[in-house]
């Protein structure tokens, strides 16, 4: 009772706050300290700092791959009502002007837009991965002012160019780099391999921090999209060098090691800068990756003790790590583990309501889109009211109620990791569940799991639970019927043409852009 009449005191007169919004990228939920204390290949302690002074978000959910999570973070909508697929960012269907293309629907209205009209200055740093074809698909046509990334799954951190083990091959066949600034690519950036793609990245995070002027521009929204740690597993020797000591292992663990204490540096460049601009007290910083550490082969993640890893509906691909930090968070939740549901999709109707502003989507709604589906968790995070979210529909082969998780369909990495992983003598499981896949479990019955007693999906209730295992068959069944699953076509050859063109050898915009 204290804590939320103290959280109540507070928002009622607390401004709109400072937002910091960091998202990592395939991080590994044994790969933070706090969840692997006793493994020194883990060196995190600016997270760890961060989540102890503020609230650790136990049962944070995101989808089990990159895509579909950033279209959700970005819309409000659970993936399934936004984006299930990593398409091709040259995808295009011109059947389906709203939906025919990779990413986010052109209707919806975005996090960046609603927080704009709350009076934010919205800035974007990274990767992207929500849509390319249209400039309303790129960030600046989603609501931010200032935005450097890149628009795919993933490139080189050298070069900028696609690699083929990180991104698979395209319809352009890789040729073109991928890095763009504002409304143009990003040619002033040298990609000759003499500057790691972070570095910049940070630079560009740090530049918006220092130049940002309350008065005038009114409240901060940074989103900071780290790159880290997804393939390719590159990462500067001084880094790699801090983790000679990891030796007589497969070799994605060290560079894994090195690129997350790397990030782990950038996070604390970050809140150096928020300090240093006196805006540190009045920011909220939100930390989340976008879906659980890929455990298979040529990766280096671990998600012990979690059953799985990316690309599986199991707790190791979408249970995530997750907190929220920095001198907005009430004094009286710090330090709290808030062990309720939270759905990335959450993060939009969230933040609107510190904003000021309706999550509403009117221009979806008259488009004939799924409406949002974010729940406002604030009050839940703080301590200040009961948990808001008992359930989750978190793909089509997966649904959680209550203290009970569904899993349907084929499923891959059906398998737990140790402590320190991967290792020699234990062969990572595949990408994709295939027939010989040794990993893969058939859930295709349904396989049923309490995961408040049983966190690490080791007990299968479905035979002795048919009575849930039917009610929860019936209601993922219901659920699917609403879903969003547009044809968005394949990859256009306009794509290759515009970066060839119009780019100079950068992917951009290929629909729909205005003639010079």
């Known amino acids: 009772m204290m804590l939320a009449l103290a959280f109540c005191a507070a928002a009622g007169a607390a401004a709109p706050p400072h937002i910091a919004l960091i998202l990592a990228d395939d991080y590994g939920w044994a790969n933070i300290g706090y969840h692997n204390v006793n493994n020194s290949e883990v060196q995190t302690p600016v997270l760890d700092r961060l989540a102890s002074e503020g609230v650790t978000l136990d049962r944070h959910y995101a989808y089990k791959f990159c895509s579909p999570t950033r279209s959700s973070l970005q819309s409000g909508r659970l993936p399934v009502h936004v984006n299930t697929v990593n398409a091709d960012a040259a995808a295009h269907n011109p059947a389906d002007p709203v939906g025919g293309y990779a990413g986010i629907p052109v209707n919806m209205t975005t996090l960046a837009q609603k927080l704009a009209a709350g009076g934010y200055a919205t800035y974007m740093t990274g990767k992207w991965d929500a849509g390319m074809a249209t400039p309303r698909h790129t960030p600046l046509g989603r609501g931010y002012r200032k935005w450097l990334g890149y628009f795919h799954h993933a490139n080189d951190y050298w070069t900028a160019k696609l690699p083929l083990l990180a991104s698979g091959l395209d319809v352009c066949f890789n040729a073109y780099r991928d890095l763009w600034q504002d409304a143009a690519p990003a040619a002033a950036v040298p990609l000759d391999g003499s500057v790691y793609e972070e570095e910049y990245f940070l630079n560009h995070s740090l530049a918006v921090i220092r130049g940002h002027n309350a008065t005038v521009d009114g409240p901060m929204f940074l989103f900071h999209s780290f790159h880290l740690v997804h393939v390719p597993l590159e990462v500067p020797q001084s880094y790699l060098a801090q983790f000679e000591f990891v030796k007589g292992s497969p070799r994605q663990r060290r560079p894994y090691a090195a690129m997350t204490k790397l990030m782990d540096d950038h996070v604390g460049a970050l809140v150096g800068a928020l300090k240093e601009a006196g805006m540190y007290d009045t920011t909220l910083i939100v930390f989340l990756s976008d879906n659980g550490g890929p455990i298979y082969y040529p990766c280096g993640a671990n998600n012990h ?151 690490n999906e ?42 060839k063109h119009k780019y100079s050898g950068f992917y951009g915009p290929f629909v729909d852009v205005p003639e010079e």
């Open 458 to 499: 080791r007990r299968d209730l479905a035979a002795a639970r048919p009575d849930v295992l039917r009610r929860m068959r019936a209601a993922l069944a219901a659920l699917n019927a609403g879903n969003y699953s547009p044809d968005r076509g394949g990859g256009s050859r306009a794509a290759c043409a515009y970066a």
């Open 305 to 455: 003790p979690l059953k799985g890893g990316k690309e599986s509906d199991w707790e190791g691909g979408v249970r995530v790590n997750a907190f929220v930090s920095g001198g907005y968070v009430p004094p009286a939740a710090r330090g709290r583990v808030h062990d309720g549901y939270i759905h990335v999709a959450d993060w939009y109707t969230t933040l609107a309501g510190l904003a000021g502003v309706p999550a509403d989507d009117p221009e979806a709604a008259a488009a004939g889109l799924p409406g949002v589906d974010g729940v406002d968790v604030w009050g839940d995070i703080v301590g200040a009211s009961a948990n808001a979210r008992r359930s989750i529909h978190l793909s089509e082969c997966a649904y959680i109620e209550d203290e009970y998780k569904l899993v349907m369909c084929e499923q891959t990495q059906a398998g737990w990791t140790a402590a320190v992983y991967p290792v020699e003598g234990h062969p990572q499981p595949m990408y994709k569940a295939v027939p010989f896949d040794q990993w893969k479990e058939d859930c295709t019955a349904g396989c049923l799991y309490d995961i408040r007693a049983d966190p």
